[in-house]
């Protein structure tokens, strides 16, 4: 009977595959699980890394105005009373005075209990930060919390980097890292998470240019979506109207995505003034103001141009968008259809998988040779158990869009069966032009 992979939830399918193929695991499982907090596995570290790298290469090292930073996560917690996050970072929760489970006020859908019905409490205000202790006496003169974004970790260091880098107006601050925030959800997977990552740029602009440069980033943040080769048209901005902007900025945008559950915010682009930095020159007393050695030494304190996005919901973006369950054939078996994900070749985990036709007569050997030989240039895998066909579907699963075969004839004749994953095109290929034409393919150029 043919499988019916293609009748569940996007979303419960790309879960199980994430689980059973080593991307993601719930954090804590052998003691039942902690929710919201998840671990990525050996797949799922390579996928991050290679989104990470892919904002940062696009951030800071194809431009000459953007400098990068990895500030601590644990801060003095002034920062976070200047920053406004100690008054105003809440959300307004209600407990269900039944079964003691408690939900966010604003995005409750009905007045009672969702999950027994029971009577709810008026909503409280409750503050998304995680509070610790730091030094050897608990008694509360250590407290400080974990950060809830990366950019204040830039804010307080703009006259490091500025004065260190010697950079002028505009330039701007890139950082990737975690975030903390005591979120409370239940559904979504990485959607939105209590521990995530965030890849940050803070551009710092002359006041009276914040509006080009915000409009400016727009462009950049849509271009760099493009290029990572999700599908545009899952793609749409959301104006954020008065009630939605934040206490500190003049305008923001989100980019939203379309995912599994609609479309939601993927990154956020917000013209935040200068407030950030004032509120830090007024705390801190140390004097934040931008001196222009080519306009007369005309002082200003920057205005700001934040371009925020979640490296962990990036990378939910790139699994959905990936994830295809294909028909391939019409047999009326299970292997009529293959899962596969399409991730663009500088995503994926493995990028290049060699498989043995057979384990005996040395071609095992032979593939491990070969595979020796990728290994500068590729992230590789190797897999010699079952029927080919079968591991071909298996490297589908992950995304890897190459796989070479060694058989028989490369004992000959020194050739290779390239196998393409969208296509599942088949060529050969001299051994010694192997790495050159997977390169090409790697690049696009073919
Ligand atoms: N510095 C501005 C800032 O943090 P934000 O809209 O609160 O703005 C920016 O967060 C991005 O961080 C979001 O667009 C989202 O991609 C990601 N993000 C925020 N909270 C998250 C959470 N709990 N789990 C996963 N990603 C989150």
């Known amino acids: 009977m043919a499988k019916k992979i293609a009748v569940d939830p996007l979303m419960d399918k790309l879960v199980s595959l994430c689980k059973r193929r080593g991307f993601v695991f719930q954090s804590s499982v052998i003691y039942g699980g902690l929710g919201s907090c998840w671990d990525y596995g050996p797949l799922g570290v390579e996928l991050k890394n290679n989104v990470k790298r892919f904002w940062w290469e696009a951030m800071t090292h194809r431009r000459d105005d953007i400098e990068g930073l990895d500030a601590a996560i644990l801060m003095s917690p002034q920062v976070w009373v200047t920053s406004g996050h100690v008054e105003g970072f809440t959300d307004p929760l209600v407990d269900c005075k039944k079964c003691k489970m408690r939900f966010r006020a604003d995005t409750l859908e009905s007045k009672v209990c969702p999950n027994c019905g029971g009577e709810l409490s008026e909503p409280r205000m409750f503050n998304l930060m995680f509070k610790t202790n730091i030094g ?3 008694d509360g003169s250590g407290l400080i919390y974990l950060r809830p974004e ?179 054939a019409d047999k009326g078996t299970d292997d009529d259809w293959r899962t596969v994900l399409h991730f663009h070749p500088t995503l994926a985990p493995i990028t290049v998988a060699v498989l043995p036709l057979m384990k005996k007569d040395g071609l095992a050997e032979l593939a491990q040779d070969i595979r020796q030989g990728l290994k500068e240039e590729f992230a590789t895998d190797y897999d010699q158990g079952g029927a080919i066909g079968r591991r071909y579907r298996r490297q589908d699963e992950v995304g890897t869009p190459f796989c070479v075969t060694v058989d028989y004839q490369t004992k000959e004749d020194d050739t290779v069966t390239v196998r393409f994953r969208d296509s599942m095109e088949q060529v050969r290929v001299p051994i010694a032009g192997l790495v050159e034409t997977l390169q090409e393919r790697f690049a696009g150029r073919v």
Request: hydrophobic share 35%; with cysteine; charged share 30%.
């Open 136 to 138: 050897p006496v608990d």
């Open 150 to 328: 990366t950019a204040q970790g830039i804010y307080v260091n703009y006259r490091n980097v500025r004065d260190t880098a010697r950079k002028k107006v505009p330039f701007g601050i890139a950082q990737v890292g975690k975030a903390f925030r005591n979120e409370i959800v239940t559904k979504n997977f990485i959607f939105r998470t209590c521990e995530f990552e965030q890849m940050e740029m803070q551009y710092f602009v002359k006041p009276g240019d914040d509006e080009k440069f915000f409009n400016y980033w727009r462009e950049q943040r849509w271009a760099y979506y493009a290029k990572l080769g999700v599908r545009m048209d899952k793609l749409r901005w959301h104006q954020h109207g008065p009630d939605e902007l934040a206490h500190y900025a003049k305008d923001a945008y989100d980019i939203e995505y379309e995912f599994p559950m609609g479309f939601k915010e993927l990154e956020g682009v917000h013209n935040r003034t200068n407030f950030d930095l004032t509120r830090h020159q007024q705390y801190s007393g140390k004097d934040l103001q931008y001196i222009d050695q080519d306009n007369g030494n005309e002082r200003y304190i920057p205005f700001i141009i934040e371009t925020s996005a979640g490296l962990t919901r990036q990378l939910l973006m790139v699994l959905c968008d990936a994830y295809e369950d294909q028909k391939v």
